[in-house]
């Protein structure tokens, strides 16, 4: 079975920063990664599909990058509404989440 | 409006059942694969399994392999989650979810989630 490690597990920043979350994959994915975010209470929201391809209505400021076992999700900006956990996803295996709070 | 629903969720004893549902509106329900994830209390996601649009293929993770069992109902839009031999670690909120074609299995519609609490 393919792991998928996700790290930090947890993170703080400011608004305005820019925050980096990374998934390792433990054989070549290719580009087979995707990007959630989830706030308490509320169910999983898909943010990025493929590696790099943005959901529709999800705004800019959120990317995605990579390939083969090493991928990458950024938040150019961070906005109040993006203290959240976010979790990479291959089929049936999840990262462990990365859980983003207020500095 | 594109919506899943899941409901049959509450308190059951180990070692008991429970069937969930979900029910689906707002699109082709029988065009996608479907599954179910759960989240157990303060822990991360954790697939549960997903069937093919006409059910013909089902998967289950291993932890709830011969346990639970994944269905669908294209006629009546509806998902479902047979689970049996219910445990403690079972206990956990059920979302299904609709995964989006041609990707990684991209879970790009999520149900509000039903609870499953096994106690006894």
């Known amino acids: 079975d393919i792991q998928m490690t996700q790290s930090p597990s947890s993170l703080s920043a400011s608004l305005g920063d820019r925050v980096t979350i990374t998934c390792q994959a433990s054989q070549d994915i290719s580009r087979s990664l995707n990007w959630y975010q989830q706030k308490p209470g509320k169910a999983p929201k898909l943010l990025i599909y493929?590696?790099?391809n943005l959901e529709a209505g999800v705004p800019s400021r959120f990317s995605g990058s990579g390939s083969g076992t090493d991928f990458t999700f950024t938040i150019s900006s961070l906005q109040p509404e993006d203290f959240a956990t976010y979790y990479c996803q291959r089929y049936g295996t999840f990262g462990q989440g990365t859980k983003v709070d207020i500095k | 409006e594109v919506q899943l629903l899941e409901s049959g969720g509450g308190l059951v004893q180990p070692g008991g059942s429970l069937r969930l549902s979900c029910a689906a509106s707002g699109f082709t329900f029988s065009s996608y694969w479907m599954s179910w994830v759960r989240q157990a209390p303060g822990k991360g996601l954790e697939w549960v399994a997903n069937i093919k649009e006409d059910g013909s293929d089902k998967y289950h993770a291993d932890s709830v392999k011969g346990r639970f069992t994944i269905s669908r109902d294209n006629a009546r839009n509806s998902l479902y989650l047979q689970m049996n031999s219910l445990r403690a670690e079972d206990t956990a909120v059920y979302y299904c979810?609709?995964?989006?074609?041609?990707?990684?299995?991209?879970?790009?519609?999520w149900g509000q989630g039903t609870t499953v609490v096994v106690s006894s």
């Open positions: 979810a609709r995964e989006a074609v041609g990707t990684a299995s991209a879970f790009n519609i």
């Open positions: 493929d590696a790099s």
